[in-house]
């Protein structure tokens, strides 16, 4: 097991702890149907997880985003609100508490609320315990026939599936996938799913940090099923996922080297089949992970490095190729940001950093990163998500 | 090469899809997807691979007596069941005596007998089978005498699941992988990986012959008074007379049965340290104690249900002292009962809790149990529902064990059990609720430790709780762990002993060791 001395255990936990950009739904390409008509209606609300230690504590922040300034409208109390993901009508968020012990179990747990429509309120439908030993969960997606939400459990090692109601509530975990699997670090003695997106046929893809492993797996009666492996470079540490728009592109990016890897994905038989490219973010000591979101329509792809300036990048992807090609960095100047999201419209990009206890937004609509501002504070925040519709 | 795989539509699905000891579970929705029925050590280590390579949590059942949730409640997951994995025949290259994971005691009582003319110091129910029994650190009837079952043995073969999810064979012992093997001498099952065989070097001397005896007290005769006397007169035998060395052949279980059972009493086996019972002054004197508390006679009837699930055999009275029924027995007899016993039996539910105790009762420890034994619940049966004292201490304190075995527990002169059973399960609120305010009051009175109040936490008086008597009720404590394993350092070891030899950990229920 190799020593990463160039972070510090800290550093590292903290980034994998925050950054598992729980508003895929907002910045990532919308694969259902369903929500093509809404991918460019422009933003109404934001919610803003976080997990302060002050007075606030924990919880979710809604802000009308209506204006050049957020507007705080209302709060709820959550407790480790890592991860937050809309369903595919925006009707529902739902909230991945990282935790490793619900009622004395050692297990982390998901809440269902609903959305007001008229001023974004959320109300608690539920919580549910995930399956025993599924700690710390990270990152969960909605089935494109909002039917089941999947949950990557970082702690655990594992993935459950929870059958989505008719009013959006969350039934008992029904599938459990328990991983096995290590690399070569220290942080990867064991299995760590970090991410679930759905491909264009209602697959489940998945990065595991611990064992350098992205998964395809079916879906079906709320039970997962292995369609496909491909193991990563050692030390890779595969964390986030997104796909191309047109299915056919997979882009990862690996929290254990700062670089971004691109796959050739086969959505007809769920299997990835080849690297096609790699870039490295961030080079020499002190690297920290990579974030990255990609803008609706699949034109740029946004990646965050922490080596020497507080940069993004804004990148052009060759969809025959995967080669990337990097069109402008700017240095934001804002340090550690935890996540960053485009806004469904893709005229904004969101990031949120911890150490400004902020929430910033950069205009990225004419292929240039422009005009960064703070919108709002927000004592330590984790995760967004922006309701368009 | 020959696993039975039972799967949810199998005809004997319904059937072996429930343990011994406890109808509460599996409850529906929890349900493994297979049950697989393994015939050798190889089957099992196939049966186990397979459900790592699948994805699936396997749980693991020997006897099936698990008192929670730990096997039966594992959700689209796989059970691999031992219990047709029994022999005690010798293996070449290993320690002289073997017991695999599924031998039920009262066979292994039996088989090494007939083999060896030795025994364990093992349990009192002889369908309990060695597999849970001894990695939690089982005690029985001779545990005065020769201490607990872990305490003999020298080496252990386990299955467990590296990093990458592939299944390895270990014998582990003092020489190889020795945290591994001290964390199977005590640390609970469903932790590490799936132990197949234990191994002995040495084992006691199967004893001649034993006495079983009772004494009987009459429920509607009882006063709080001499209720009392009876506890502290029992607890102080123990806190001080039960310490020489010539008394370790004597165990008893002080049945606290609920009011509406009509007795309670003390169920007693007996033999001398020579195996024999041609002495009995050691019996007689501790008979003699509870003259004052005015016993009763005692019939078969009354001792069953003194004795619950644990009753100590009889058969027709041979000989009496006073008015106290007492019969002589072939060991064997007396311990292995046919192997049918034990078990409440599989409709019962059933709830249960533990401490152990360094001292006597005091006062307001015997005033909380007369409450609860008294207290009646309007729809609930608690005929069946009892506290039931053991004696410990002799060879179970010797506390230069606690380095190399998991089990910390090496002071105590008592071990509690508290126990209800019942069969309607519009009961078990009633149950569960009496069990938890009776534990949680009768740990809440003066000297307790306001810090750990509602627990038996380590202090003068008491050493926590047994890991084979698990209650889910303590996870509400953040020292939980510490109330099972001490405070000493076998929590940090047991949670290394876990990351190391279960990185992924696939071996887990609601109270195995944390990561």
Known sequence: ?389 | MSIETISRNDPRYRTLMKGRNNARFPVAADMASRIELCDNAEDVAVALQRAVSEGLRPTVRSGGHCYEDFVYNNPGGVVIDMSMIGGTTSLPGAPKYRISAGAPLGDVYTDMLKRYNVTLPGGTCGTVAAGGHISGGGYGLLSRRYGITVDWVTAVDILTVDSHGKVDARRVDQKHDQELFRACRGGGGGNFGIITNYFFEELPTVPQEVITANISFSWPDMTEEKFEAVLRTYGNYWETRGKDSETWGLFTIMGLTHRTSGHLGISIQFCNPDGTCKDLKVLNEFLAQFEPCGPVQTTPTTAAAIGGERAIHHAAPENCWGMQMMSKHLWLDANARGGGGGGAGGETRGKYKSSYMKRSFTSAEAACIYKYLTKTIPGADMTRSTLAVDSFGGATNKKELIATTAVAQRASVMKLQLQTYWTRPEEDGAHLQWAKEFYSELYSGPDANPKYKETPYWNDRYEGCFINYPDKDMLAYPFWQELYYGEGDLVPALKATKNKYDPNNIFHHAMSIRP
């Open chain 1, 1 to 389: 097991m190799m020593d990463r001395s160039r972070w510090s255990r800290r550093q590292f936990v903290r980034m994998a702890g925050c950054s598992s950009l729980g508003a895929m739904a907002l910045g990532l390409p919308r694969l259902a149907p369903v929500s093509q008509a809404s991918d460019k209606a422009a933003p109404r609300f934001a919610f803003i997880s976080f997990d302060g230690k002050g007075a606030n504590g924990a919880g979710i922040s809604v802000f009308d985003v209506r204006g050049a300034q957020w507007r705080q409208t209302s709060t709820v109390a959550s407790q480790a609100p890592s991860s937050l993901v809309l369903d595919t009508g925006e009707n529902y968020l739902y909230v991945v508490n990282e935790i490793n012990e619900h009622e004395g179990l050692p297990s982390g747990t998901v809440e269902a609320y609903t959305i007001d429509a008229v001023d974004g309120r959320l109300r608690l439908l539920n919580r549910q315990r995930l399956s025993l030993s599924a700690t710390a969960p990270r990152h969960a997606a909605v089935s494109p026939d909002g039917r089941a939400l999947v949950v990557a459990v970082h702690g655990g090692g594992a993935y459950n599936v929870l059958p989505i109601r008719e009013d959006g509530s969350l039934e008992e975990v029904v599938g459990i996938l328990k991983e096995t699997g290590s690399g070569l670090y220290e942080e990867q003695r064991s299995a760590h799913p970090q991410m679930v997106v759905f491909d264009p046929a209602g697959r489940v893809v998945s990065t595991d940090l611990g064992s350098d492993r992205l998964s395809v797996f079916n879906l079906n009666a709320a039970r997962l099923s292995v369609s496909g492996r491909y193991e990563a470079q050692a030390g890779h540490g595969p964390r986030q996922a997104v796909f191309h728009p047109d299915g056919r592109l997979l882009i990862v990016s690996n929290g254990l080297d700062a670089s971004v890897a691109c796959y050739r994905y086969n959505a007809d038989q769920g299997r990835i089949e080849k690297k096609l490219a790699q870039v490295a973010i961030s080079r020499g000591e002190n690297t920290a992970g990579v974030l990255m979101a990609m803008d609706p329509a699949g034109k740029f792809l946004y990646t965050t490095h922490r080596s020497g300036v507080d940069g993004v990048s804004m990148w052009k992807i060759n969809r025959d190729t995967g080669r990337m090609r990097r069109l402008q960095i700017v240095n934001v100047g804002v340090p550690q940001l935890n996540e960053i999201s485009v806004t469904s419209d893709g005229e904004s990009l969101v990031g949120l950093s911890s150490e400004q206890s902020g929430v910033f937004v950069w205009r990225v609509a004419n292929g240039q990163i422009a005009g960064g501002k703070r919108v709002a504070n927000v004592e330590a925040p984790m995760s967004v998500a922006v309701k368009s519709s």
